[in-house]
């Protein structure tokens, strides 16, 4: 794998995420924390086993009330089923959570705020519909917005009517990216006839990592940051397969 397939590659990657931050509830944060729901209290109250933490999390379990919505009490007829209802489609399942940024994320009873995600086929939060919408939707809920967090209930409901308009363009930017990949890898495949030679210096080698962070660092969401640590130790362990490789022919030319 050449260096220029792999600055290939970043550039495609930083397309995805840009791409992806113009779509619709970009604005969420469904991965802040995730864990996997072990004890259901009531339609929109659960137990949830941390996987993944911020700041505002402090015990290994905490208790999660879903943000801007009510299901019945226990004690209504209701209840039970709307209990039911979370525990058949949360219990064992992992959950991730958009945490309230307000009043350190909780309620007065130590709760965590939060709008949750259900995972999906591949364990990624399914951005539409989130579960508090889900729930709604499916009459075990009604909508109650609490202007003292930061969600807006009816922020929902646009995001996924606004998700079927979207699908053209999604398809149009998969294509265009199926397109640069084919691109990239084709470039890749003539370039490295051309690239059997003893690799590059450690100064290019830095020199060009200075200057693609540079430009990485600034403003990068989590994700491209991601994306850039991993160019990053490719282009580094591509380098350290040139030395050994240059050092193994050496040894045999000798």
Known sequence: MNISYLLRL????????????????SSASPDEVYGVVTNVIDG???????????????????????ADIRSPDMK??????????TYAVLMDKRVYLDVDDFNRGRDDEGRLIAVAYLAGAYGQPIPYPNFNLLL?????????????NEFDPKNWREEYNSESGSSDTLQRVEENLRERLE???????????????DGWQNDSQNGLLSRIEDAAGEKLNRATQAAWNWLKAEITNTSQEMVNSSLDRALNRS
Not at 76 to 85: E, K, L, T, Y
């Open 76 to 85: 209504s007829i209701q209840g039970p089923a709307a209990r039911d209802f």
């Open 136 to 148: 709604v939707d499916a009459g075990h809920a009604i909508l109650a917005n609490q202007t003292d």
């Open 44 to 66: 929109d109250t659960f137990d949830l086993r941390i996987e993944k933490a911020d700041s505002r999390i402090s015990d290994s379990v905490e208790r999660i009330t879903l």
């Open 183 to 197: 691109e990239s890898l084709q470039g890749s495949g003539q370039e490295q006839k051309g690239t059997q030679n």
């Open 10 to 25: 970043f550039v495609l990657i930083l397309t995805i995420f840009s791409v992806l931050s113009l779509l619709p509830g």
